[in-house]
């Protein structure tokens, strides 16, 4: 997300999570993605490649997606892929 179109205490709580959520994250390079499917994504949705290729890897991890950005919320549900917005996600590390 474009820290311009967040506030600034949203701003900080997003990085605070971040910071908390690398103990939990797994690599997964573009190349280990369908190239083809991704552009795929991206053309029939008019999104970004970097977006799409978001969509895919969910799709592939059959993993919901945290996001606040529109593109990802609108069109990741078309791809039975849940999206949770910075909000639920805040409230579940604080369990």
Avoid: W
């Avoid at 552009?39 to 592939?60: G, V």
């Amino acid at each position: 997300m474009k820290f311009h179109r967040m506030r600034e205490n949203e701003a900080l709580s997003a990085c605070r999570a971040s910071k908390m959520l690398t103990r939990y994250i797994n690599l997964h390079k573009i190349t280990d993605l369908d190239v083809d499917e991704i552009m795929k994504i991206a053309i029939k949705n008019s999104i970004t490649f970097y977006d799409a290729s978001y969509i895919l890897l969910a799709r592939e991890l059959k993993a919901p997606i945290v996001s606040e950005g529109n593109d990802i919320v609108n069109i990741a549900p078309k791809y039975s892929i849940k999206v949770y917005g910075l909000k639920h996600l805040l409230n579940v590390l604080k369990q």
